[in-house]
């Protein structure tokens, strides 16, 4: 188990490692000029070549990946080329709500689902004709379009949670509560369309499988058989799901997060990436994939945990 | 190409696929007629016009600078749709010579473009696309191009896991050995298969890819002022609070072309699954079982009388003389099924009756035998008296008392409290009918707990005794052991003593060795036979083997279309059969495979 997770760390620092180096030199390809947009057209060429020399762009690309690289793995990305903040402090201010977000989009995805897909996989008849159209309507629209609709309902014309804002969780726990319900909500409707749609055709298959006949016949009551076997059967297929679920949620935050207005990691991808700001964009980039490597880590410790099969030495 | 041909037909026939198909084409003519449709400019404005609502030449109104609503959309969708269909082609270029070279020839290519693809897929789209318009400037076509390869891994995935599936399928090895080249085989034979596959996949990678890019024009990173229906929605959500119904038509716009591409996916599944169900799939063995002894319902006409005129009569034959012929009336108090009948709900409704009458007696210490072909109808019955018929299957008809108690019609609670602890159940695939997520020892624990009521610690003890009684030597060992960890004798062995856990009085073995090879067969039928002897079990063995028969029952029931032909006592039916349907059934069994097979050995080593 250690051992793996050791491997599989070791894999993902190799991961990034590959990732930084590539971004960092794509982003490096156009040749902005970046003491002279700083300082304006007025500024006289010694200012703007003292200004790019004191960010370190007067040096070669690679000698510039190295320096950053080696106070990257320190956990210090540097400041903003453009506004000057400190990047590590900027991202760990607004990491709290995209936790939010991310955290009750899982729960809410993982009971939601399960609850359906059981439901539907074992029920059949109403429930289940209903779980799948709301699969293909919850997976067919884009997650952005929902998000205006949940808007336009429920923010602008019910008026029930504000539409833009953000209270912080050790502000006011209500406050809390009222600005991070409609973001959540607009972000698991696709994912929990997503797992149920999973949960449920792995439910059918595991409930048609041979042991869960000989279960039957050895006087198990019928409940005792899908909460113990079937759930567990029919939970790794599930589990994967979710896992690349959070990746396409990383996607939905930048856009939820610029809709409600919350200062959270996504808003900020989009103020700080356009612009070209390269200490931001690859602070963003390495969190991300942090984030997509440890959900990814997790979910197969827990497959394993889950399908002997799949455990690993 | 007339398998095509029918499968479009089969799509427009679904309801989805055809109002999925006419929305989608309807999308797309409009926006390729679009200077034809509306001649405007779609950036002409006048700020007279701002917010204002329908009127003739402009049925949809004006946006907030006061241009017309129709005209952006058309012009937009050719924006939106176009980026897609670049996306597409890029993602489809990439995505499927790689999966098809990976997947056909494996190795180091394989493993290099593996690796990639998950770094391709660790990296969050909206992000690397915001990212790279850093880099590549503002125009959306060339973001769609870095789109295209961010949804590439979709292809390569699909088409390497199929390819690498039908690689090793016969006909790609007989059109090897016939000398055809690796381009033509992939050309032929491989790409019929991924085709279908991937003209799904091109549809839900098209919702996806539409998607992304109406986001991020959203977001407000395209170029000023080109139409998009993402751009459209992003300046009616910044009037949201002044005319929330600006959102109405791109919104209207983009959800209907994603759902449609969606629905249009599933329905064209749906129209392939079809066509895919006549061809035996893998799948088939199953449906088989259950279906299959539906279809001779034809040729089964002809053979009523034949069986019937060869049952009854024997009922005053020396048959009956020995008393164990059910039809002398009385009914043995352990099992006795009179006149069974088992139909099965078919999927176009209606029903189909699989078992016809079946009559069976088995006595405490007795081993009957219920043999016939597969599709006989033998393990229906097996399943009709353990009251575990597969979804869709019900007794129709008959009367089936297990000591002494009716359980046709008998509640499921009562009759649940009957398996088990009067009658168990030995399945015929030892492998497949361990639950793989837990170990053999909480298999065993588990229903005699819940069924005896005892303590953890009784239980345990009580599973590595009856591990020990069915002959595994390292009873701790194999209850610690998960069942992939275990051969397919101990398998066995391990459901037998399953079975035996909560002391029934009559076990139901449905093939309980076919899927063993010999030496253990034979090991296991000795154990069979050993507790049979021990605990005077009364057994129901289902099987094809007549071997089997000759060496265990004590009475035989023929079965055939699902009705029972012959019965009477072992040697009896073996060495003079009656019915024309068992003599054809030894002759094809016996001949050359010796009755007592090479298991007597280890059965005399057991007793």
């Known amino acids: 188990m250690l051992s793996f997770i050791a491997r599989r760390t070791a894999a993902g620092a190799v991961l990034l490692f590959v990732i930084s180096l590539l971004s960092y030199l794509l982003l490096s390809i156009p040749d902005v000029d970046v003491g002279r947009q700083l300082l304006g057209q007025g500024a006289s060429q010694d200012l703007v070549d003292a200004r790019n020399a004191a960010l370190g762009l007067d040096r070669p690309v690679l000698a510039q990946y190295l320096d950053w690289l080696a106070h990257a793995v320190r956990g210090d990305f540097g400041t903003s080329w453009f506004s000057g903040e400190n990047v590590t402090r900027a991202i760990a201010n607004r990491l709290p709500v995209t936790l939010s977000l991310m955290v009750g989009v899982t729960l809410v995805t993982a009971v939601l689902s399960f609850l359906l897909g059981v439901w ?46 953000y209270v912080g969780l050790t502000e006011s726990f209500t406050g809390w509560l009222s600005t991070v319900t409609l973001p959540v909500a607009a972000l698991s409707i696709g994912s929990v369309a997503g797992v149920s749609q999973q949960v449920r055709g792995s439910v059918i298959d ?29 939970s790794a297929p599930a589990l994967a799901v979710l896992g690349m679920q959070f990746v396409s949620m990383l996607g939905g935050a930048v856009l939820v997060e610029q809709i409600f207005g919350l200062p959270g990691i996504g808003s900020m991808t989009v103020n700080y990436t356009t612009r070209g700001d390269i200490p931001v964009i690859m602070a963003l980039v390495m969190f991300s994939v942090i984030g997509v490597i440890v959900i990814n880590l997790i979910v197969d410790i827990l497959i394993g945990w889950l399908n002997p099969k799949a455990r690993i030495a | 190409m007339s398998e095509r041909t029918g499968t479009v037909r089969r799509l427009l026939r679904h309801p989805l696929g055809l109002v999925s198909a006419v929305v989608l084409a309807a999308i ?19 700020l007279r016009d701002a917010f204002g609502g329908p009127s003739a030449g402009h049925p949809l109104g004006f946006d907030s600078a006061g241009r017309d609503i129709l005209t952006r959309l058309l012009y937009g969708g050719r924006n939106t749709l176009g980026g897609a269909v670049i996306a597409l082609a890029v993602a489809l270029l990439l ?20 690796w990639v693809v998950n770094l391709v897929m660790a990296l969050p789209a909206m992000v690397v696309l915001l ?26 995935r699909l088409v ?95 959800g209907l072309t994603s759902g449609a591409l969606v629905l249009l996916a599933a329905a064209l599944r749906d ?27 034809a040729p089964a006409a002809p053979a009523a009388p034949r069986s019937a005129d060869a049952g009854t009569p024997r009922t005053g034959t020396p048959r009956s003389a020995d008393g164990t012929s059910p039809e002398a009336g009385e009914r043995a108090e352990l099992l006795s099924v009179r006149d069974l009948a088992v139909s099965y709900v078919l999927p176009g409704g209606g029903t189909r009756e699989v078992v016809h009458g079946v009559d069976l007696d088995v006595r405490a210490g007795e081993i009957v035998g219920l043999v016939g072909e597969s599709g006989s109808g ?54 497949s009918n361990l639950d793989p997520a837990f170990t053999v020892g909480s298999q065993l624990v588990e229903p005699m707990r819940h069924k005896l009521r005892i303590s953890r610690a009784e239980a345990v003890r009580r599973a590595l005794d009856l591990l020990d009684q069915v002959e595994i030597a390292d009873p701790r060992r194999v209850f610690g052991s998960y069942p992939h960890e275990i051969s397919g004798g101990m398998a066995q062995r391990v459901l037998i003593a399953g079975a035996m856990s909560c002391d029934p009085r009559l076990l139901v073995a449905d093939e309980p060795t076919t899927a063993l090879d010999v030496v253990v067969q034979a090991e296991v039928l000795g154990l069979l036979r050993r507790l049979q002897k021990e605990r005077g079990l009364g057994v129901l063995l289902v099987t094809h083997n007549l071997g089997v028969v000759a060496d265990l029952c004590d009475r035989v029931a023929v079965m055939r279309e699902g009705r029972i032909v012959e019965t009477g006592t072992a040697e009896q039916v073996l060495h003079a059969p009656r019915h024309p349907y068992t003599q054809k059934l030894l002759g094809a069994v016996l001949d050359g495979v010796p009755a007592r097979g090479p298991w007597q050995p280890s059965n005399a080593e057991v007793v």
């Not at chain 2, 407000?220 to 959500?237: H, I, K, Q, R, Y």
């Not at chain 2, 699954?273 to 539906?294: I, L, Q, V």
């Not at chain 2, 009367?399 to 009658?423: C, F, K, N, Q, Y």
Request: aromatic content about 8%.
């Open chain 1, 206 to 234: 595991v409930m048609r499988q041979d042991y869960v006949r000989t279960l039957r016949a050895r006087g198990l009551p019928p409940w005792r058989i899908v909460f113990r076997h079937v759930l567990r059967n029919a």
């Open chain 1, 120 to 165: 539907a996989g074992v029920r059949r008849g109403a429930i289940d004709r209903f779980v799948q159209v709301f699969a293909v309507v919850g997976y067919a629209l884009p997650g952005f379009l929902v998000t205006l609709v949940i808007v336009l309902v429920f923010a602008v014309h019910l008026r029930w949670f504000p539409a833009i804002g």
């Open chain 2, 271 to 297: 129209a392939l699954e079809d066509r895919g169900t006549a061809p035996a799939g893998r799948r088939s063995r199953r449906r088989a079982r259950t279906a299959a002894p539906a279809a001779p319902a």
């Open chain 2, 95 to 114: 995505g499927v010579p790689s999966g098809l070279l990976a997947g056909y020839y494996g190795g180091w290519f394989d493993s290099a473009a593996n």
């Open chain 2, 28 to 46: 797309v003519l409009a926006v390729l007629l679009a200077p034809v449709l509306s001649p405007q400019d779609p950036n002409a404005s006048s």
């Open chain 2, 378 to 431: 033998k393990t229906q019955t097996a399943f009709s008296i353990l009251g575990i018929l597969p979804e869709g299957g019900r007794v129709c008809r008959g009367s089936v008392t297990v000591g002494g108690e009716e359980i046709v019609g008998m509640p499921e609670r009562r009759h649940r409290a009957l398996r088990g602890d009067v009658v168990a159940y030995v399945p015929q695939e030892p492998m």
């Open chain 2, 160 to 254: 390497r896991g199929i390819v690498a599936s039908v690689r090793n399928e016969l006909y790609v090895d007989a059109a090897k050995v016939s000398g055809l080249r690796d381009p033509r085989i992939v050309a032929r034979h491989v790409l019929l298969v991924v085709r279908a596959p991937i003209i799904i996949q091109v549809a839900l990678v098209s919702g996806i890819a539409i998607g992304l890019q109406a986001g991020l024009e959203f977001l407000g990173v395209g170029s000023g002022d080109t139409p998009t229906w993402g751009a459209m929605l992003n300046e009616a959500f910044k009037n949201i609070q002044r005319a929330p119904s600006l959102m109405l038509w791109p919104g209207l716009a983009l």
């Open chain 2, 131 to 156: 990212a790279s318009r850093a880099i590549l400037g503002s125009t959306v076509w060339v973001l769609m191009v870095v789109l295209g390869f961010l949804v590439a891994p979709a292809f390569f």
